[in-house]
């Protein structure tokens, strides 16, 4: 019977007869196979009373059912044992270790990748309640060693006293938006042509347009990239 070159599928042939047993067979396997779990891959002696569909990797120096089968997989289906011999770069989540490994070289080893970048986009969130007057800082900051990549805001209590209003910071009022919407609810993203560095914590700034503030509250996000040493 012609089989596929991986996973030795069993392929349909002309005018076959009971063709459902040819695709059932190539469905289990696949059912077995793909996303596989093993439960164990030190277990050198085939368990007792193992369930339909249990898969183990088999260890060096198993015996029973399982001698010279190492670094196979084995299926219990419909009463037995079937072995299937994997190919290089298969990989299995393996139960009683929780770990993922990968067979390649004849073995089948954890798998391991690469380190985590030392830093992290993180977001620094707190809310404003405006105070009646004019342009005002918050007390919430962008942290020092900051590389800000944008400012969300949404607007908690409508913005009272003024017609609009701009975001940004003490040097650079309108960085952040201006014109901005005062209607509770209203939200305001403003993404920066380019990441800004900030080497030192800076408040925002909200300036009133049209008039002063009498009233409201808004709350801040604050996306940012920030970094640290490698590890040791």
């Known amino acids: 019977m012609a089989e596929t070159a991986n996973l030795d599928l069993p392929l349909l042939s002309d005018s076959q007869a009971r063709k ?3 695709v059932n067979e190539a469905l289990t396997r696949l059912d077995h196979l793909v996303m596989m779990a093993a439960i164990s891959r030190t277990l050198a002696t085939p368990p007792v ?22 670094s196979d997989v084995a299926i219990f289906v419909n009463g037995g044992w079937d072995f299937i011999t994997p190919l290089t770069g298969w990989r299995a989540y393996v139960e009683d270790e929780a770990a993922e490994v990968v067979h390649a070289a004849g073995v089948w080893s954890v798998l391991t990748l690469p380190a985590a970048p030392s830093g992290a986009i993180t977001v620094v969130e707190f809310e404003h309640q405006l105070s009646a007057g004019g342009a005002q800082s918050t007390t919430g900051q962008i942290p020092a060693g900051s590389l800000v990549l944008g400012v969300t805001a949404r607007v908690q209590q409508a913005i009272t006293g003024a017609a609009g209003w701009s975001l940004g910071v003490v040097e650079a009022e309108t960085r952040y938006g201006e014109g901005l919407a005062v209607g509770a609810g209203a939200g305001i993203v403003s993404v920066t042509g380019a990441p800004l560095a900030y080497s030192s914590s800076v408040a925002l700034r909200l300036t009133p347009e049209g008039g002063n503030f009498t009233g409201g509250r808004v709350k801040f996000n604050i996306h940012r990239l920030t970094f640290a040493a490698p590890p040791a």
């Open 20 to 22: 459902h047993i040819t």
């Open 49 to 70: 009373s193992p369930a339909d569909g249990n898969r183990y990797i088999v260890p060096t120096g198993a015996s029973g059912a399982w001698a010279g089968r190492t």
